[in-house]
């Protein structure tokens, strides 16, 4: 009897201690109501913080081991946050911060940005892009180029230098579930966001997304040269290529090699020893041949996201970038730096030397247009209403949309 009123007493006891703790965290709340709910918001800092300061290896905002916090807004969670990846190796540097202006410019998502580049570009990528702190939807981390280190001199020399580093984005970005993948010669005509968006029309099977690589058979090179495997009629470009890690990590592939499907990890090397002999494109010749053999696996976005001067040095022949305009221009061939495709190099410097200022930017347009009329002795020049069309809704919709309403 004496042991059940000890227990008894020891319930309601622990009962009173538990109802004065209750009051007492409702009298400290509503203190904090008064003076305007300073600690909710303060743990959302918190929590910011520490997620902004999440990176992989390599030095920049945001990364491991830096110290300083992420760039984004401290008052609101982003709903979702888009990653972007890039290779910089050589003189590449202007062309990789222009890439990135154009896609700061026009983007409404936070924007998380994995920089591979040589060492002895990191200072300058952080001199460059910390002087944009300013940006609150942005954040980059710099990676060293990493390859595996039995076979690093092969992939080093496969095509041009560090090109080969993007297969192996899905091995060494494993925290992050998808990526949108871009050459350093790229240029955003269109936000960030719609691109991105495109990962929501993958089928079950569906890891990866690219544009063809000819819209002209009678033009492509695939059909006409390769000699190896490649997707469909006339091949892909690797150049956009928006990708669901996740999925690439777990799927197991088929192939020519074995009887046994191999996970991403293990396919590169024997691809690379079967084929190095017969392959031009380096990486993209070792995509292609993949999603060859696993066409169930590949998603094909039109012409407009990717579009190079193979759609318009022999004529147009993009029929999506005629009705819509270029959503994603793709300066291959050097043509931002010579005097071959002006219409590419106007637009490479247009928004090169733009900055981030609303005036700025709305009063791109204008001097855009007068350059790319006097390249209309070109076939690219020709049709160049197709590097303004989408570019002047995207102006339009960012800028001169009231805030509440974008």
Known sequence: MRRYLR????????????LLYAFSQLAVSLEEGAAGGRRPQAAAMVSWLADGERGGPGRGAGS????RPGRYSLKTQPTEKMHLAVVACGER???????????????VQP????????DQLHDSFKDRLDSWSFLQRFNYTLYPITFPSDSATEWKKLFKPCASQRLFLPLILKEVDSLLYVDTDILFLRPVDDIWSLLKKFNSTQIAAMAPEHEEPRIGWYNRF??????GKTGVNSG??????TR?????????????RLQWGDILMPLLKKYKLNITWGDQDLLNIMFFHNPESLFVFPCQWNYRPDHCIYGSNCREAEEEGVFILHGNRGVYHDDKQPAFRAVYEALRNCSFEDDAVRSLLKPLELELQKTVHTYCGKTYKVFIKQLTKSIRNRYDTPPKER
């Open 111 to 118: 924007l998380q940005v994995h920089i591979f580049a040589e």
């Open 248 to 260: 690439m990590r777990r799927k197991y592939f088929k192939n020519d090699m074995t009887t046994a």
């Open 226 to 231: 390769a000699r190896h495997p490649y997707y």
């Open 240 to 245: 956009v290529m928006l990708m669901n890690l």
């Open 7 to 18: 227990v008894v007493g020891l319930c309601l006891a622990c009962g009173f201690c538990s």
């Open 93 to 107: 540097l202007e062309e990789t911060v222009t890439m990135l202006k154009s896609a700061l410019i026009f983007s």
């Open 64 to 67: 491991a081991g830096s110290g």
